[in-house]
């Protein structure tokens, strides 16, 4: 039997961060598709770099606990490092409650509405493992 673990290693790129939290980036618009829409708790932080393709990232609690600012600003930094900003030194990145994304009818993989977004600035970069 597959875990969950297991089959997001296929479709995501996971980091995990202090113990408490994940870190669900997508590989491609249709694992990005997969990650938003199925994975997605309704509490999970969303992300993705401001108007530059790249991918959709999750940061889930493993438990009860609420993110602190370093830990949004972990996630962000992954969401543009996967991102055609990788290299455009500190990049926008939109994050908002995954129940606040929504697929509209007959887009592309990958395409996604956001609501109630925030943003905040960051540099690319990946979690120290």
């Known amino acids: 039997m597959i875990t969950e ?10 980091y995990f961060i202090d113990e408490h939290f994940v870190i669900i980036a997508g590989r491609t618009s249709r694992d990005n598709d ?22 959709h990232v999750l940061l889930r609690p493993t438990g009860d606990e609420q993110p602190l600012k370093k830990h949004i600003e972990i996630a962000a930094a992954v969401a543009a490092y996967y991102s055609k900003a990788r290299n455009g030194g500190v990049v926008p990145v939109s994050y908002t409650l995954a129940k606040n994304v929504s697929k509209p009818r007959g887009v592309s993989s990958g395409t996604v509405c956001i609501k109630k977004e925030q943003t905040i600035k960051v540099r690319p970069a990946l979690p120290v493992q």
């Open 5 to 14: 673990i297991e089959t997001l290693k296929r479709n995501a790129y996971l």
């Open 34 to 55: 997969f990650i938003s829409l199925k994975v997605a708790g309704q509490n999970d932080l969303w992300f993705h770099v401001k108007g530059v393709p790249g991918s």
